[in-house]
Each structure stands twice: as structure tokens, then as C-alpha cells.
């Protein structure tokens, strides 16, 4: 009898915010379908980050307020961040906001993401 092992990553506000590691391993649950950057721009979505309290969306920059072909916290607001380093990069976000993409003025997490992207491939 085959088994199946699913990775679930729930994070909510009460649990520490966003961070680098956090995406990177949302890249590797994700590695290899539209959930990640590389599967996903051909069909035109852009990474973004959603803080579910307000449903604010805010599109992936690089610290200059570049945006970004990835998803990248230095950019986001610091009305976001809870922890920087002494340089200033970004260590974590408030537990509200998450990782997804954006499509046509839309937010898709990246399960969302995954499954329009295999279904229009």
C-alpha cells in the first residue's frame, strides 16, 4: 500500500512572523510547481506578501523599493517588520503575513498558485 506524505505549513498570527528561512522552505515544499517564482511568471504572476488582518497586499521589492522576480522581506514596510538586523535587513515580519503571488490585481497563496498554474499547463 503506496503512502503519501503531505508538508502543510500553516503559520498564524500568534506564531513568530515571516522569515528567510520560512521562504526557503516554502521553495522546497513548492520547488517544481507554479508555487514558487520560477514556475509561475510565464503566466503572468508576480510575488507578493498579504497581511491577513487588513487584506493588504504588497508586491515583492528589494530594499530600493526595485521590484523584486522573487519574494524578498526587505522590501515590505517597516510597519511589517518585527526584527532587523544591525544592517537592516530583515529577520522577520508580523505572524499576519504570508507568501503567495499576484495575478491581475488578485492574491493567490502559493497552494492557489500551484494548482491554476498545473491546470493551465
Known amino acids: 500500500m503506496a503512502t503519501t506524505n503531505t508538508i ?11 522569515t528567510s528561512r520560512h521562504l526557503a522552505l ?14 509561475n511568471q510565464q503566466h503572468g504572476f508576480r510575488p ?6 487588513s487584506g493588504e497586499i504588497y508586491l515583492s ?7 523584486a522576480p522573487v519574494h524578498v522581506l526587505d522590501g515590505l514596510p517597516p510597519a511589517l517588520v518585527t526584527e532587523r538586523t544591525a544592517t537592516g535587513r530583515v529577520i522577520a515580519t508580523r505572524g499576519s503575513i504570508i507568501s503567495g503571488f499576484v495575478c491581475a490585481g488578485r492574491f493567490y497563496t502559493r497552494e492557489q498558485t500551484a494548482k491554476l498554474t498545473s491546470a493551465s499547463a
Do not use: C, H, M, Y
Not at 516554502?26 to 514556475?39: A, H, L
Not at 507578493?48 to 488582518?53: G, P, Q, V, Y
Open 8 to 18: 502543510r505549513i500553516q503559520w498564524s498570527p500568534e506564531q513568530a512572523g515571516l
Open 26 to 39: 516554502e521553495n522546497q515544499v513548492f520547488g517544481g510547481t507554479g508555487g514558487v517564482s520560477q514556475g
Open 48 to 53: 507578493a506578501f498579504l497581511e491577513t488582518r
Open 61 to 67: 521589492r528589494f530594499a530600493d523599493g526595485r521590484p
